[in-house]
């Protein structure tokens, strides 16, 4: 079964440009990775500190294989301390 992962990402006052590019960074090695079916970076309109990511997995354990992978470690050992909140991913499975 198909799954489908959010992350929200809020950047402390002066570190957007980090956040974006961390975002950046890890974008290419993961939409290669096989299991991945669809990977993309957004910003709020509203809040320009205010980032998502929005991605597609074949099943569960595609995802939990890229939660493992060096690119993804490094992401999230770079991106953790410029956040104002504690990094959160909600998996969730499509309904309609």
């Not at 590019?21 to 991945?36: D, L, N, S, Y």
């Not at 079916?37 to 597609?56: A, K, N, Q, T």
């Not at 992401?75 to 990094?87: A, Q």
Request: net charge negative; glycine share 6%; charged share 30%.
């Amino acid at each position: 079964m198909e799954v489908f992962v959010f992350a929200r990402l809020h950047a402390l006052p002066g570190k957007r440009q980090e956040v974006l590019a961390a975002m950046f960074e890890v974008q290419e090695p993961t939409r290669r990775e096989p299991g991945c079916l669809g990977y993309g970076g957004f910003r709020s309109v509203r809040d320009p500190d205010e980032f998502c990511i929005h991605s597609r997995w074949q099943d569960l354990e595609a995802f939990e294989r890229d939660a493992e992978l060096p690119h993804t470690v490094r992401f999230l050992e770079t991106v953790e301390p410029l956040l104002d909140h504690p990094f959160k991913i909600t998996r969730a499975e499509q309904l309609w």
